[in-house]
């Protein structure tokens, strides 16, 4: 499934965006959606997942507390609020999707198949 990621920008220290991320002509039935970030010259990381049913998601501990990934089914869009932003927050974001990712695999990004360009966030100090 093609991932189309929007809403990165540019932001003071403390401030908030929200990205959004769809598959056009696409839905996401079935499938665990994931944000992962990465820093020009360092590996991709993981940010936040949730499952198709919107159980309890995950975090990586650098953004729990701060950022809330939720989707809407209905509307066949991933969301990343993202609040108290910090300039190490600062990185592209990718949005992406597994429809038979296990949990123990949630924060490889090796382990998911379909990703959309990035979304630039840059954090000022």
């Known amino acids: 499934v093609q991932l189309q990621a929007s809403g990165g920008g540019l932001v003071q220290a403390g401030g908030s965006l929200r990205l959004s991320c769809v598959a056009p002509g696409r839905t996401f039935s079935g499938y665990t959606l994931a944000w992962f970030r990465q820093v020009t010259g360092k590996e991709r990381e993981f940010v936040a997942a949730?499952?198709?049913?919107?159980?309890?998601?995950f975090y990586a501990d650098s953004v729990k507390g701060r950022f809330t990934i939720s989707r809407d089914n209905a509307k066949s869009t991933l969301y990343l609020q993202m609040n108290s932003l910090q300039p190490e927050d600062t990185a592209e974001y990718y949005c992406?999707?597994?429809?038979?990712?296990?949990?123990?695999?949630?924060?490889?990004?090796?382990?998911?198949?379909?990703w959309g360009q990035g979304t630039l966030v840059t954090v000022s100090s």
């Open positions: 992406t999707a597994s429809r038979t990712i296990i949990t123990s695999n949630l924060r490889v990004p090796s382990s998911y198949a379909s």
């Open positions: 949730i499952k198709w049913a919107n159980s309890n998601p």
